[in-house]
């Protein structure tokens, strides 16, 4: 899909009335509006993201949006303790839901094999305190210079 | 068309010894050369036995001198040796004599190391004199009857490899490493042809060299104990990986005792920079491997379940260190349901030499982190040289309004330093029994290391601290190569522990701090100060299997559950134990 609409060709899939506006701005990927692309992402797997990503500047701010990343870790969680706005600002505050994912919780998913499952109660909550340690440890401070460990 | 092997003088002389192939090098007279030698490929005449016996000795002390004086863990072996592979070693007598005259001549050229001992390297030298007075007894006895032992062995060395890894202990299956680093092992060999000619059969002669250092120690034979020493430093640079140092930090502590350096010297122990340095050092091991997260995990769990419902609560670490421990009991807080409650907090600490008020700073640090995640917050630091200094006042919750606090007390490796004072230990039970804490979360080494019996202590000692050299070696080098000795990490982490093993080894009295104790014994002592326990949930244990599977490093850690306490070994060695109490009901 993303490929295949291209202004320039001449396959009359999308109508006239994009190539009505694509005089203005030729551009070769698909000239969706904001709210469409993120609605498009919003149910996208992290490894499209990760590749939605690097098209453009764009694509890029609406790949790593927040609320996106926040659908990606509750899609996975079995339950959630708490009320999601508590656990929004609290993962917020320790630097967000796609650091969260990209840190803590991808490296379990290349530990598991076969096909991926919810994680469980106790991953997120190791999760959350991995991210917790890594918030504290990166904060200035009497250790805040401390270089990160490698791994956890 | 056939080539000509050169004299196998040139070849490596790792092939030559223990292969046993007779080299086609003009030898010594064919007549009456000692069978068993030639067996192995050296010629050398019976009539010169004595006299290669001799040279043999007394080049193990010329090289003795040099790896004695190094005591460094991260020593490089390979420049001490010179170049020797174009000597032919299969003719014993005349290489002996070429290689004590070059060893003779030139000052080995040994690198700096790390942790000086100043006052022993002078000390070593009119000990060496007197001791090659001494050492002439003990070992040319027993040097031809070594010399001979090895050969009768050496065909049986199979079942003597195998006997190594059983006799180093549980958790022996990590420390044959020494028979992966196969690149030491040939170019030791002409240097030490008798001596060292299987790395597996030198660990075993290693782990004897440390006991019966040990008990000569104990019996305070210490002329034995000193040439014991320095045969362990020469028996330990054959080995690689976790064995060597664990040897090398043993042997080192055992000098230390011999030569009453005590307290040790060097920077590890300078007053003015030890507290920081030590903090720095805890810092490395808590990233390096999994024991203190485990131990924080599952006390952080013990204390969120205990606080289920309060309003108000105070925690009290009785070693606050850097705080790590913390944020991640303050963000479960954050997310409990029905929010988080009101937090207070009392670091312990030991008074700062330099003045610093890093007990105000680490508050300062947590604080923010609270502010953060929107949980109220109260700090309050308590300087104090033990903890028996504390008094219930100190606790006590000053506001006073309102609810009433719901308090935890947690102590990790705090508790088994007040078992060098008598006393100590029985008031801090009876402070935390006048404060009433909901629960008093109690993390140990698990391990004995507080005989009475110094030989038992060693003996317990070697083996928890093999085994945790052992968990380092596993989770940080790639099982296809040999892990490199150069990461920092790992080396704090080992210097962290080297620093405990010279206490346990070094130290008596009150400054041997380092007085381990397993949980049983703990658990006895806990239910005489009227404790009773509280069972650690299945949520810790599965918090703990979690860490486990997050942390990439090692599959040899285990986690187990005894009687309601969580332990952490490696393989079938538990190392750390985390177990929960609180105050008998009247």
Redesign the interface.
Known sequence: MKRAVSVDTSSSSSSSSKKLKSEESPSPIPDLTEDLLYEVLRRADERTLGAAACVSSRWRRLAQDERIWESVCLRHWAAL???PS??R??VM??GGFRKLYVS?LA??VA?RSGRRRRW?R??L??S??????G???M?G????K?P????? | MKREYPDSGTSSSGEVAPKGKLPASAPPSEEDVDELLAALGYKVRSSDMADVAQKLEQLEMAMGMGTAASTAPVSDDMAFFPETVHYNPSDLSTWLDSMLSELNTPPPPLPPPPMPPPPSVPSFAPAESSSVNFDPNLISQSDPSRERKRMRTGSGSGSCSSSSSSSLGRGGAGTTIGSESIEPAPVATPALPVVVVDPQEAGVRLVHALMACAEAVQQDNLKAADALVKQISLLSSSQGGAMRKVATYFSEALARRIYRLRPPVGPISDPSTFDSFA?LLH??F???CPYL?FAH?TA?QAILEAFAGCKRVHVVDFGIK???QW??L???L????G?PPSFRLTGVGPPQPDNSD?LQ??G???A??AH???VDFKYRGLVANSLADIEPYMLEDESGDGEPEAVAINSVCELHGLLARPGELDKVYHTVQKVKPKIFTVVEQEANHNSGSFLDRFTEALHYYSTMFDSLEGSNGSPTEPPSPGQP?QVMSELYLGRQIFNIVACEGPDRTERHETLAQWRRRFSQAGFDPVHLGS?AY??A???L?????GDGYRVEEKDGCLTLGWHTRSLIATSAWRVMAA
């Open positions: 303790g708490c009320a508590q656990l600002s609290v505050a320790l803590y490296p379990t530990t469980s106790d991953e909550q190791m959350l305190s991995m991210l917790s340690v918030f504290f440890g904060m401070g009497p250790m805040g401390f990160p460990g490698k791994g956890l | 903090d810092m490395h808590y990233e390096t997260k995990f952080n850097q705080g790590m944020p991640a303050l963000q479960a954050a997310l409990r349901p929010g890093a700073q680490v300062l640090k947590l923010q982190f953060t995640i929107r990490d949520n599965k918090q299997s979690t860490l599977a997050l942390f990439a490093g």
